[in-house]
């Protein structure tokens, strides 16, 4: 089984292109920055994977989505290869895209890309919002103690 799901930030806006003939197909590629939980002293701290994704995805891509915001994606590997000017054989490994989706509310992201200009969208450790700011995101705060009171434990 060939199936990838990832979390993390863009790198970039989504270059967007369109297939030529009658019917063009949206193709968008972006670079998402996945934060990688365990590393030791001098790795790095976030892995950088291609994607693509087709169609109404990537019409969806251009329209919403920009450097700096954080989303889930799922779909598959896939690897090829070219050669280059100079001749060189190329390999290439990239996420084919078959579901994304935003990880985080619109006022956290723009929280987010305000604190972070021109500077890695890839953060050290993840970044967890203040119980305030999760208020103004539109989340509730859920009190101690209330797990006793749900019908499913």
Do not use: W
Not at 18 to 36: K, W
Not at 53 to 73: N, T
Not at 125 to 142: E, K
């Amino acid at each position: 089984m060939n199936k990838v799901i990832l979390m993390g930030r863009l790198t970039r806006d989504p270059e967007v292109r369109y297939s030529a003939g009658e019917n063009a197909l949206a193709i968008a590629r972006y670079t998402l920055a996945v934060d990688r939980r365990f590393r030791r002293d001098g790795e790095a701290s976030a892995d950088f994977i291609s994607c693509v994704v087709f169609g109404r995805g990537a019409e969806f891509a251009e329209k919403y989505f920009h450097q700096g915001i954080r989303i889930v994606v799922s779909g598959r590997i896939q690897t090829g290869s070219y050669t280059n000017r100079e001749g060189q054989k190329v390999y290439t490994t990239e996420v084919v895209v078959e579901e994304q989706e935003f990880a985080e509310s619109k006022a956290a992201s723009d929280n987010y890309v305000a604190s972070h200009p021109q500077q890695s969208v890839a953060p050290s450790a993840p970044s967890m919002p203040s119980p305030s700011a999760a208020s103004a995101d539109g989340f509730m705060n859920i009190p101690d103690g209330i797990d006793e009171e749900l019908p499913f434990n």
